[in-house]
């Protein structure tokens, strides 16, 4: 299982939100390079990198944070946030993402996705399954779709994805566990998905059972600004 930490930003800072909520913002440092670099040198091969300013403009605001950690460390970054047009994810990419999320757009527009996955391919295209109650959240986690988890990882493996950032929306940030009992049953579900946890991963005891039901990868984000999971005790996992 990999593990991935993840970096949000705000107005080119490193941040948290507590359920994805403006309004209950953390600022953990100023310099979102010196905290990818620190991952690095412990180790970390990837990285989740969350433009928020992003999402809520429905454009990339923070591309110049990306080009800067691209290009001054060797992470594999995904990035997400505000990636609604082939023109943006095209400038991501040249920025230095070696990957994009999919989020709200996956729902909103599927034919627009689909076309993605096509052009881009599934190894560069990866679904954003942000959840609450097993239904997908859209818009920066304000609304609810009628779409369920188990619906939208199906119809976008049968599209040809195969990797999916499954976000519990209602554990982001609080530092409370994963939702290992739902992640576990998507496994039985949807056995061929590659299925990343995020949300809720407070302790290395979280690690050991997402790993233990077969998950592909972890985000980490609080837990290591908090430190109620440290960098050196994620090290045999790296």
Request: net charge negative; aromatic share 6%.
């Given at each position: ?33 010196a905290v990818a670099q620190r991952f690095e ?198």
């Amino acid at each position: 299982m990999e593990i991935i930490p993840a970096i949000d930003l705000i107005n080119g800072q490193c941040v948290r939100l507590t359920e994805g909520d403006f309004a209950r913002q953390t600022t953990y440092d100023s310099d979102p390079l010196a905290v990818a670099q620190r991952f690095e040198q412990h180790g970390v091969k990837r990285l989740h990198l969350v433009d928020l300013d992003g999402a809520r403009a429905r454009q990339p605001v923070n591309l110049p944070v990306l080009e800067r950690l691209a290009r001054h460390t060797s992470l594999v970054i995904d990035f997400g946030g505000g990636l609604q047009s082939e023109e943006a994810l095209a400038q991501a990419f040249d920025a230095g993402a070696a990957q994009i999320t999919a989020g709200s757009i996956a729902v909103r527009e599927p034919a627009t996705v689909q076309q993605w996955l096509r052009t881009f391919g599934p190894d560069r295209i990866l679904l954003g399954a942000d959840f609450r109650d097993n239904h997908i959240s859209i818009n920066a986690w304000a609304e609810q779709s009628e779409r369920t988890l188990t619906e939208f990882i199906d119809e976008y493996l049968q599209a040809g994805a195969t990797t999916f950032i499954c976000t519990d929306v209602s554990k982001d940030g609080k530092l409370q566990g994963p939702s290992t009992a739902t992640y576990r049953q998507l496994r039985l579900a949807l056995p061929q998905a590659r299925l990343i946890a995020s949300g809720g991963v407070t302790t290395i005891a979280d690690v050991e059972a997402l790993a233990a039901i077969g998950m592909h990868g972890a985000i980490i984000g609080k837990a290591i600004y908090e430190g109620t999971i440290t960098l050196e005790e994620l090290k045999p996992w790296l």
